[in-house]
């Protein structure tokens, strides 16, 4: 029998909403890095999640999923920090915030809690264009102060405990906090870089390094975008950091949960 602690996370749960997804309209999009005169890339519809993945929802996966759970994680697919901020407590969660994000997570096990939903991580690309609207426009970028508002937050010292989810304005697309909360893991978040295994890859845009970025960049002045760009760079799949977090995208074109993979 689940403990009264248990029974109120799942029902919880089950009333929560969780991994309610909103539809993004694709367009053009042109990564940050390129020179105006670049081609601009096609990005397709796509579902997002509306909101990150929670201590709640993962802890739920950790149940069903029992390879992914804390004391079984297999050193290949994380750090040895994964989950470290849930603490074990006889009948009880192992964590005292169960809506707030979820960190301490691998991008293998955070694109295994997607496929397990029928779903994916989203790509860069999908991730930058849902970002790029601002609380009433499919693209903030113009309008005052929206910059300054991402950057802030990406130059601000963590103030330990997380806030819980949905607790700011939904931006254009109804998607929260994409901006100020966590970081986000994405499906291809070691692909702006580096496209093959040699250091001497010719296929590598140096026009990505410091300030060769800035001089041909698409927006020169929007510098919370370099600064995730430097920030994804730098990740490798297994690393499990404390500002890291997920949520999950699907394809437009099926609903979210026909394509379930069994994950064990």
């Not at 991008?107 to 809690?113: I, T």
């Not at 304005?169 to 978040?189: A, I, K, Q, R």
């Not at 060769?212 to 297994?238: H, I, Q």
């Amino acid at each position: 029998m689940l403990s009264t602690s248990l029974l109120l996370v799942s029902v919880s749960l089950a009333l929560s909403g969780a991994g309610e997804q909103v539809l993004v309209s694709g367009g053009d999009y042109r990564p940050l890095y390129m020179s105006k005169d670049s081609p601009m890339q096609s990005v397709a519809s796509f579902y997002l999640d509306k909101y990150p993945v929670t201590n709640q929802e993962f802890w739920q996966f950790t149940q069903d999923h029992p390879r992914w759970r804390k004391e079984r994680m297999a050193a290949l697919f994380a750090e040895p920090t994964y989950l470290q901020h849930w603490q074990e407590r006889q009948g009880s969660v192992p964590f005292s915030a169960p809506k707030a994000p979820v960190t301490h997570v691998s991008w293998f096990a955070a694109d295994a809690y997607c496929r397990t939903q029928g779903k994916r991580l989203p790509s860069v690309a999908e991730w930058e264009l849902a970002a790029l609207a601002s609380e009433t426009q499919a693209d903030g970028s113009q309008e005052p102060g929206y910059k300054q508002k991402i950057l802030t937050w990406y130059s601000t010292p963590s103030q330990g405990a997380l806030a819980d989810i949905g607790l700011t304005e939904s931006n254009f697309w109804g998607v929260y906090d994409l901006h100020g909360l966590v970081w986000e893991w994405t499906e291809d978040f070691n692909s702006s870089l580096v496209t093959g295994e040699s250091r001497a890859d010719s296929a590598i845009d140096t026009k990505l390094f410091c300030a060769a970025g800035v001089t041909g960049a698409v927006d020169p002045g929007d510098y919370a975008a370099f600064m995730r760009y430097g920030f994804r760079s730098s990740l490798e799949a297994k690393y499990t950091l404390p500002n890291l977090g997920f949520r999950c995208a699907a394809n437009a074109a099926s609903a979210p949960g026909e394509e379930d993979e069994k994950i064990h």
